[in-house]
């Protein structure tokens, strides 16, 4: 097993030791939250994936799926249609990492083979009986994420007896779960779920909590961009909260997230160079 600083994705091995990774969003969908629509023909989605890792995205997540909050389930075939070309495409033109944002395992097996690296599934595993033994038996990574509910119902009321216990208790069982079925701990990574079934509040505490989570011995992800949350601080709409989004990801950094996803690489990019920059300049 790789050292607990050490994630290997395909053929790199990264130490988050002393760097962090930067996942850049690519939504090949008609109705996502912040950029549902824009990439949705087979050349904007190419063109989005070359911008964003010409602006230093470490990794490409792909999805097919709107998970915003109430969004309907997808057909797979449709999903399969969405998202498997682009990644045949991208994996040619580029060398740069692909991960596939699904909770089907016909869809993560599809990917794996057309060229991804990493499984990145919203339901911690819990959706699709067939995704554990999938990740088992690829020998990729796989984010485990916390989610209350399902997209459809996520947002109606969310409540928790105690936020941090009740989402580590949660990413604990999913992780032991993973290992029980064959999947390596190296490959584990976790995901606090900022948005999914958490009202403001909620999403503020985990992140300035977000240092708890690191006890649990695994690289952990953190997506906040373009989040309602957001929104709601600054009374801005989803397509101008880059910007302030930069101040979650910092915080985020020095709490102690290994890879930041975002829908702006070029920002988030920028702005993780200068903290790591602070973070790393003496000895802690």
């Known amino acids: 097993m790789a050292p607990l600083h050490q994630l290997v994705i ?143 119902d996520m947002q109606v009321d969310p409540h928790y007896n105690d936020l941090v216990g009740d989402i580590k208790t949660f990413l604990a069982q999913r992780r032991d779960f993973a290992c029980a079925q064959g999947i390596d701990p190296a490959n584990i990574i976790l995901d606090v779920g900022i948005g999914f079934g958490k009202t403001l509040a909620h999403n503020l505490e985990l992140l300035q909590r977000l240092d708890e989570f690191r006890n649990l011995d695994c690289p952990l992800l953190l997506g906040v961009s373009r989040k309602a949350f957001i929104g709601r601080i600054l009374h801005v709409p989803v397509t101008e909260r880059d910007i302030g989004g930069l101040g979650a990801i910092i915080l985020g950094l020095v709490r102690g997230a290994n890879i930041i996803r975002t829908h702006n690489a070029a920002y988030a990019k920028q702005a993780i160079a200068v903290a790591e920059a602070i973070l790393h300049s003496y000895p802690r």
Do not use: C, W
Request: aromatic share 6%; hydrophobic share 45%; glycine share 6%.
């Open 10 to 152: 395909g053929k790199q091995t990264f130490d988050l030791a002393h760097r962090s990774l930067l996942m850049g969003v690519l939504n090949v969908t008609p109705d996502s939250f912040s950029d549902g629509g824009f990439f949705f023909s087979h050349d904007a989605a190419i063109q989005q994936a070359l911008q964003l890792a010409a602006d230093g995205a470490d990794i490409i997540d792909i999805g097919g799926e709107s998970t915003r909050p109430f969004a309907p389930p997808l057909s797979l075939q449709e999903e399969l249609d969405r998202v498997i070309p682009v990644i045949r495409t991208i994996r040619r033109e580029l060398d740069t990492l692909i991960s596939i944002d699904t909770y089907k395992a016909a869809v993560a097996q599809a990917a794996l083979e057309a060229g991804a690296n990493l499984i990145n599934d919203i339901s911690a595993l819990r959706f699709d009986p067939d995704m554990a033994p999938l990740a088992a038996q690829s020998g990729v990574p796989v984010v485990l994420m916390h989610m209350q509910g399902t997209p459809q």
